[in-house]
């Protein structure tokens, strides 16, 4: 859901389910463990939640992050 229909702790909460989702099942997407999360402007600041986040909630699952590449 993309904004101003959606306001910005839904969006997160969406992404972050997504993204546990994504990173407990790679074997199932057929992906590889070299996962790289990159957010621009906005997009880095939800990066960044959604890294910071799950650190605090799977640090198993964001251990699998290889990379988190945030621009401004």
Same mark, same amino acid.
């Given at each position: 859901? +993309?904004?101003?229909?959606?306001?910005?702790? %839904?969006? +997160? *909460?969406? !992404? *972050?389910?997504?993204?546990?989702?994504?990173?407990? *099942?790679?074997?199932?997407? *057929?992906?590889?463990?070299?996962?790289?999360?990159?957010?621009?402007? !906005?997009?880095?600041?939800?990066?960044?939640?959604?890294?910071? $986040?799950? $650190?605090? %909630?799977?640090?198993?699952?964001?251990?699998?992050?290889?990379?988190?590449? +945030?621009? !401004?």
């Amino acid at each position: 859901p +993309l904004a101003p229909e959606t306001k910005a702790p %839904e969006s +997160l *909460n969406l !992404s *972050n389910q997504f993204l546990q989702t994504l990173l407990a *099942n790679l074997e199932d997407f *057929n992906l590889s463990d070299n996962i790289i999360l990159m957010g621009w402007s !906005s997009g880095g600041h939800m990066a960044l939640t959604l890294a910071l $986040q799950l $650190q605090k %909630e799977a640090p198993a699952l964001f251990n699998k992050i290889s990379q988190l590449i +945030l621009l !401004s």
